[in-house]
T-cell receptor
Framework: KNEVEQSPQNLTAQEGEFITINCSYSVGISALHWLQQHPGGGIVSLFMLSSGKKKHGRLIATINIQEKHSSLHITASHPRDSAVYICAGPMGEDTDKLIFGTGTRLQVFP | GAVVSQHPSWVICKSGTSVKIECRSLDFQATTMFWYRQFPKQSLMLMATSNEGSKATYEQGVEKDKFLINHASLTLSTLTVTSAHPEDSSFYIC??????????FGPGTRLTVT
């Protein structure tokens, strides 16, 4: 059974802090997704990665295929970063059906 | 980047009626679209996989006669919730794949059945 686990479940930070959210999965993947969900529900795709590291603005995502682990980093966090961050990986080998982590709820205070 | 839209963004309907949700890929052709459901404070769960021109594949426990999926073109898939009940109230999200393995997510549709 494939599982995607995230930590921490909840995270609070002061504006400007560096934030790390972790994701571990149990099945070899073709790609892992990081998503952002704001209050009200809208989902935004942040990253899809299968190796190495990707950067977009203040967001950085890394993945270690051997260790089946990915991290999402936010530099110079801001209150507008407050959201639920979700990682998702394939349900199994040779499939692009996704299984989702339970999410990390981030609150950044000014 | 690729954009996926959903319409409507929210809908309220009465119990027993049907409601249709559209998922469109705006700037690419989506060979495959996925439909997800999210209950409050829970993670997204895959409902079905929709391939253009063929019948959708439903996940275990999802009633195909209740959740009708049509993927008539490479840019449009629709999910129709038939004979809606209050327990169908949820957040419905689609994603679209562009023929490789990247999936692009729509913003979601919040359905409330009264």
């Amino acid at each position: 059974k494939n599982e995607v686990e995230q930590s921490p479940q909840n995270l609070t930070a002061q504006e400007g802090e560096f934030i790390t959210i972790n994701c571990s999965y149990s099945v070899g993947i073709s790609a892992l997704h990081w998503l952002q969900q704001h209050p009200g529900g809208g989902i935004v795709s942040l990253f899809m990665l299968s190796s190495g590291k990707k950067k977009h603005g203040r967001l950085i995502a890394t993945i270690n295929i051997q260790e089946k682990h990915s991290s999402l980093h936010i530099t110079a966090s801001h209150p507008r970063d407050s959201a639920v961050y979700i990682c998702a990986g394939p349900m199994g080998e040779d499939t692009d059906k996704l299984i989702f982590g339970t999410g990390t709820r981030l609150q950044v205070f000014p | 980047g690729a954009v996926v839209s959903q319409h409507p963004s929210w809908v309220i309907c009465k119990s027993g009626t049907s409601v249709k949700i559209e998922c469109r890929s705006l700037d690419f052709q989506a060979t495959t679209m996925f439909w997800y459901r999210q209950f409050p404070k829970q993670s997204l769960m895959l409902m079905a996989t929709s391939n253009e021109g063929s019948k959708a594949t439903y996940e275990q426990g999802v009633e195909k006669d209740k959740f009708l999926i049509n993927h008539a073109s490479l840019t449009l898939s629709t999910l129709t919730v038939t004979s809606a009940h209050p327990e169908d109230s949820s957040f419905y999200i689609c994603s679209a794949r562009d023929g490789y393995y990247e999936q692009y997510f729509g913003p979601g549709t919040r359905l409330t059945v009264t």
